[in-house]
């Protein structure tokens, strides 16, 4: 909104046109969301505490998750609407891809609020059933890639391998099986986040560190640089593209994503003051299933679907060890880990809870730094 109004103006206040560059933009959406949170939540959170919106525990978890009991719940709200303000202030509006990747994060978050007032209603702890949460889910998925195959002309049903240039390998899929896995790419990683969120601060450190690595690849696949220089003795324009020069996929228009996971990082930012050890406010699944759509549906535009395993490389153990433990145990009634989501197989191990967050912060970042040096190792 901002942008396509300083856009009208800057004909007349030359200052201006600094808005037109993302990477600009990028910085300012990033502070956007960030004062959005630092400001509001203290606010936010005595209106939790003033409705009794507080975290509902398991029974089967220990007096250090008991402890927690009554703390506010569905801070997400507010996470949130600052990262869709913000990409609303800042993006140009005009590109469809930024109003794919705000409705799937609104629209992710609507099933999380739903999955939370049930909780904190009469249905107890239980919340929305699994199969109500997997239809939605698959729904508003399938809706976003109709949008890509029918809408735009961003769809490419092609797999980009990590660490292999474009031109040396990669997998065309016929549109029906790419829509079939992006669907279910977008699915794991909304449910893969909303069970890691089980610790102070535990999700929402990776979910930082893989929106500052989808920034940079965004940014990376659209960007070009323009240069002026004399060949002899006449003016030359030149362009250098960024995609070309380190042989990844090109996806027009997806700068316009970095801002989008800008404004992920600032609000992210702002949401962990609040909810590191120990926390004054939960995300809830409004925020960890809007989150984790927010995630996916910008790997599977920037066309780094199979990279995205490393960058969320925490969410899918984690999601992978609820699977293993649920199916071995159906098969053989024994219990692989001593009891899952896996953070809480380590709490079990006599591991404190920041040691843990701490831990799977730095595997998360060290995953995310793998994922951007594969860029120079096409």
């Not at 808005?19 to 004062?35: G, N």
């Not at 990409?87 to 609020?113: E, H, R």
Request: aromatic share 12%; proline share 3%; glycine share 8%.
């Amino acid at each position: 909104m901002l942008f396509h109004l300083f856009a009208h103006l800057r004909t007349e206040f030359s200052p201006l046109n600094v808005f037109r560059y993302p990477s600009f933009r990028v910085i300012v959406a990033l502070l956007t969301a960030l004062a959005i949170t630092w400001l509001l939540y203290p606010w936010f959170i005595r209106q939790l505490q003033a409705r009794q919106i507080g975290q509902v525990i398991r029974e089967e978890l220990d007096a250090n998750h008991q402890s927690k009991r009554n703390t506010p719940t569905m801070g997400g709200i507010l996470l949130i609407f600052a990262v869709l303000i913000s990409t609303l202030l800042w993006s140009d509006l005009t590109n469809s891809l930024v109003w794919i990747v705000v409705l799937v994060t609104f629209l992710y978050s609507a099933v999380g609020f739903v999955d939370d007032a049930m909780k904190l209603g009469v249905r107890g702890s239980k919340g929305l059933s699994e199969r109500g949460k997997l239809i939605g889910q698959f729904a508003i998925a399938g809706g976003a890639l109709a949008w890509l195959v029918f809408g735009t002309n961003a769809l490419d049903t092609t797999l980009y391998f990590p660490f292999v240039a474009v031109d040396r390998f990669t997998l065309q899929l016929p549109v029906a099986a790419y829509v079939g896995f992006a669907c279910l790419v977008l699915v794991f990683t909304s449910n893969a986040v909303n069970l890691t969120d089980g610790l102070d601060g535990l999700a929402i450190g990776p979910v930082i560190t893989a929106s500052g690595t989808f920034l940079v690849l965004a940014y990376l696949s659209a960007a070009t640089l323009t240069a002026l220089q004399f060949v002899g003795d006449e003016l030359v324009v030149s362009r250098f593209d960024f995609a070309e020069y380190l042989r990844i996929p090109s996806v027009p228009g997806a700068q316009e994503l970095a801002i989008f996971c800008a404004s992920i990082v600032g609000a992210g930012i702002g949401f962990l003051w609040f909810n590191t050890f120990p926390a004054q406010v939960f995300m809830g699944d409004v925020g960890s299933l809007g989150l984790g759509g927010a995630l996916g549906i910008v790997a599977i535009i920037t066309k780094n679907e199979l990279l995205s395993g490393l960058i969320l490389g925490i969410f899918v153990v984690e999601a992978i060890s609820v699977l293993v433990q649920r199916y071995v145990f159906k098969a053989t009634g024994k219990r692989v880990f001593l009891m899952a989501p896996i953070h809480h197989h380590f709490e079990r191990k006599k591991w404190s809870e920041s040691q843990i967050v701490v831990r799977f912060w730095i595997i998360s970042i060290l995953l995310c730094l793998v994922a951007l040096g594969s860029l120079k190792l096409r």
